[in-house]
């Protein structure tokens, strides 16, 4: 199995003690830290951050603690970094990348995400990458037009059921079809009623008369992201990297 003999052994002496429950994951914390930060500090240092907005090397010789600590606790508490908080207000800002919790809608179908990845091909044979750079050593060679793939994808924020496909251009009618074929597919796995559509500001989405169409044939409301925020419709890019970075 391409283990030790000892992780053999522990993982069946679990199974034997506590059957299938003794198989998940454990947390790798000691049972007891004497030298941890006591609670009341901790809570010193929380209260200090909420009143005077200041990081570590601030926070750190005004309590007599060294920075390193502060920051520890700072982070074992989840308290947001200084740059994500109105400098004002304290209060984390909403279009910040970073927030607290991560959403998720209540029920499949609720809002799915739909974006596409546009990636250059790949000549027959490999590129210059796999045969060297005399691959594009003529002015034939160099000037040659591979072309790009478009991957689309849809994914399902509350269940992350994602479907994707490798279509020829990013056009109004080619993007239209696509959402109702994947709706089709969702329809397969149960999720027959699709309530919003979230996509970008890309001309095709927003302009075209056959992307307005299939919004009505599903009964979706289509939602676009806030120009210059990418990270809003994140799920789907998130997936997108993984497809096209993982293995064929």
Same mark, same amino acid.
């Given at each position: ?42 809570a ?12 570590q ?8 603690m ?31 990348? $970073? =927030?607290?919790? &991560?959403?998720?809608? *209540?029920?499949?179908g609720?809002?799915? !995400?739909?974006?596409v990845? #546009? ?26 037009r ?45 999720? $027959? =009623?699709?309530? &919003?559509?979230i996509? *970008? ?5 927003? !302009?075209?008369?056959?992307? #307005?169409?299939?919004m ?9 992201i ?23």
């Amino acid at each position: 199995m391409g283990i030790s003999r000892q992780c053999a052994h522990r993982w069946i002496a679990r199974f034997d003690a506590e059957g299938e429950a003794g198989l998940g994951d454990r947390s790798s914390r000691p049972h007891s830290s004497p030298r941890r930060t006591p609670a009341a500090v901790e809570a010193a240092v929380i209260a200090a951050r909420h009143e005077h907005r200041r990081g570590q090397d601030w926070l750190g010789p005004e309590l007599g603690m060294p920075a390193r600590t502060v920051s520890r606790v700072l982070r074992r508490h989840h308290t947001p970094y200084l740059r994500t908080l109105d400098p004002l207000t304290g209060e984390v800002i909403r279009s910040s990348k $970073t =927030t607290a919790v &991560r959403y998720e809608r *209540d029920r499949p179908g609720e809002l799915v !995400h739909v974006d596409v990845k #546009k990636i250059g091909r790949i000549p027959d044979g490999g590129g210059w990458k796999a045969h060297g750079r005399s691959m594009g050593s003529t002015s034939a060679k160099k000037k040659a037009r591979i072309g790009y793939d478009y991957v689309h994808s849809m994914v399902d924020d509350h269940s992350r059921l994602a479907y994707s496909e490798i279509l020829p251009d990013e056009k109004g009618a080619t993007c239209a079809a696509f959402i109702l074929r994947a709706a089709e597919h969702f329809a397969g796995h149960g999720i $027959t =009623t699709i309530e &919003r559509v979230i996509t *970008d500001n890309h001309f095709s989405y927003r !302009h075209s008369t056959d992307v #307005k169409n299939a919004m009505t044939a599903l009964g979706a409301t289509h939602k676009f992201i806030k120009p210059h925020c990418p990270w809003q419709n994140g799920k789907v890019c998130e997936h997108q990297e993984r497809r096209c970075t993982g293995p064929v």
